[in-house]
C-alpha cells in the first residue's frame, strides 16, 4: 500500500469509532445510537464526536454503512473470488452461515435494522434499504452465474431465486439467535440445497424406444 493509499491518522480513529458504534448499535438499535450514547461508551468527548459525524443522523448512516463494509469484506468479497457459478453460490452460503454462527456485528446490525426501521420513514432507513438492495442485486447476479455455467436450468428467475436465498437466511438467523435452534444451520444448508436442486438444469428428456404405445411407427430398422 503507498503512502497516498495509507488512511491516514483521523481515518483510522473513525473507524475505530464506528468499529465500536456498530457493536453498540447491535445492542441498543440504531436509533438508541446518539453522539451522547457514543461518547458514554467509547469515553470520547462529545465534540469529538461531532468533529467526526455532525449529527445523530450522519452517525447512524455511518454506522450502517460500516456495519454493510464489513458483511461485504467478509462474506460477499471473498465468495466472489470462487468460481462462478453453484460453487460460488455455496461459498456465499458457508460464508453467510459463518459470519452468522460468529455474531460478526455487522451482520447482525443489518438484520436488526430492517426490524427496526422498516416503518421509520427517513434518510437513515433509505440507506438501509439500498443497502439490503445491493445485496439483493449481488445474489441475483450470483444465481445468474450459476445459469450461465449451465448449472441452473436457463429458465431460472435469478431474482426470485436471490429472494428465495435471501429469506432462508434471515429465517436461519432468526432461528438460531432468537430461538436458539440448534438444528438452524442443518436446515438452512438444506433449504438451500432444495432450492439449487428445484432449479437445477434437467437433462435433455430422452426420447421413447421405437415401438412404444402412442408413438408414430419409427423409420429406422435395427
Known amino acids: 500500500m503507498s503512502e497516498e493509499q495509507r488512511p491516514s491518522k483521523g481515518e483510522r480513529t ?8 456498530v457493536e453498540e448499535a447491535v445492542r441498543i438499535g440504531v436509533g438508541g445510537l446518539t453522539i451522547g450514547t457514543l461518547a458514554s461508551a467509547t469515553g470520547l468527548s ?4 461531532y468533529a467526526h459525524f455532525g449529527s445523530k443522523e450522519s452517525l447512524q448512516i455511518a454506522v450502517l454503512e460500516s456495519a454493510g463494509a464489513e458483511f461485504s469484506d467478509t462474506v460477499i468479497a471473498p465468495a466472489l473470488r470462487a468460481p462462478r457459478g453453484l460453487t460460488r453460490l455455496r461459498a456465499l452460503v458457508d460464508l453467510w452461515l459463518t459470519c452468522g454462527r460468529r455474531r ?3 451482520g447482525s446490525l443489518l438484520v ?4 427496526e426501521l422498516d416503518d421509520q420513514p427517513g434518510p437513515v432507513r433509505d440507506h438501509l434499504r439500498n443497502l439490503h438492495a445491493r445485496l439483493a442485486d449481488t445474489l441475483e447476479r450470483i444465481v445468474a452465474g450459476a445459469v450461465s ?10 431474482a426470485r431465486f436471490g429472494a428465495d436465498l435471501y429469506a432462508v437466511m434471515l429465517g ?3 432461528a438460531r439467535r432468537l430461538l436458539e435452534e440448534p438444528r438452524a444451520e442443518d436446515r438452512a444448508l438444506a433449504a438451500v ?4 436442486t428445484a432449479a437445477a438444469r434437467t437433462p435433455t428428456t430422452v426420447p421413447p424406444p421405437p415401438g412404444t404405445p402412442g408413438d408414430p411407427p419409427s423409420d429406422t430398422h435395427p
Not at 436488526?112 to 426490524?115: D, R
Not at 440445497?193 to 439449487?196: F, K, N, Q, V
Open 46 to 49: 462529545k465534540s469529538g464526536l
Open 149 to 158: 455455467t449451465g448449472e441452473l436450468d436457463p429458465r431460472t428467475d435469478a
Open 112 to 115: 436488526k435494522a430492517g426490524a
Open 193 to 196: 440445497e432444495a432450492l439449487i
Open 172 to 174: 436461519f438467523h432468526h
Open 14 to 21: 473513525r473507524e475505530a469509532i464506528l468499529a465500536r458504534a
Open 104 to 106: 460478526h456485528p455487522g
